[in-house]
């Protein structure tokens, strides 16, 4: 992808953002609780787009690393580090008011969880396993062959897959 076209691609993400977060951020200001805490369902739907951003640049490296993909390298490290300062900020996005899944309900895709409640019982392995995620994506964003970048992709692919089985309830 040349500069141009990547620059244009990612001002069009920005701009599309931008627009959601800022039509969010006026209903979010409308149903503040008086502590000024955003609904439990706000913070829920927040972090299944961080998580679906996540998952976009992860699409985007095992792309480039398929049979027949083309690596681009400045793009694969952009996106790595992405993944990284997200998967950094992510476990933030689990308050205890956001442990709300129910077996055996209706779902609304957007703002209900899938978490497990196993999550806020084991808060501290949970956060773990998300740092060790952005810290080999970062390591991903750093390295210095291809073989190498390969290998922690895999690794981080390997850790987001484990998490998803064990705080995901997949009902």
């Not at 701009?15 to 149903?31: S, Y």
């Not at 055996?104 to 703002?111: G, K, L």
């Not at 987001?160 to 089985?165: E, I, P």
């Amino acid at each position: 992808m040349s500069e141009g076209r990547r620059f244009r691609a990612v001002s069009a993400r920005l701009a599309v953002a931008l627009v959601f977060l800022a039509t969010a951020g006026l209903a979010l200001a409308q149903e503040m609780s008086a502590e000024g805490v955003p609904p439990p369902k706000d913070t829920i739907f927040a972090r299944k787009i961080l998580m679906g951003a996540i998952d976009m640049n992860m699409d985007e490296i095992e792309t480039m690393l398929a049979p027949g993909g083309k690596v681009e390298a400045a793009d694969a490290v952009e996106h790595a580090d992405t993944i990284s300062i997200m998967l950094m900020s992510f476990p933030h996005m689990f308050p205890p008011s956001t442990n709300q899944w129910q077996p055996n309900v209706d779902r609304d895709p957007a703002t209900d969880t899938v978490a497990s409640p196993d999550v806020w019982r084991n808060f501290a392995d949970f956060y773990q396993r998300a740092q060790t995620a952005s810290k080999l994506a970062l390591d991903a964003s750093h390295a210095k062959h291809g073989t190498e970048f390969r290998a922690l992709i895999g690794q981080l692919r390997a850790a987001c897959n484990s998490c998803h089985a064990t705080y995901m309830k997949a009902e």
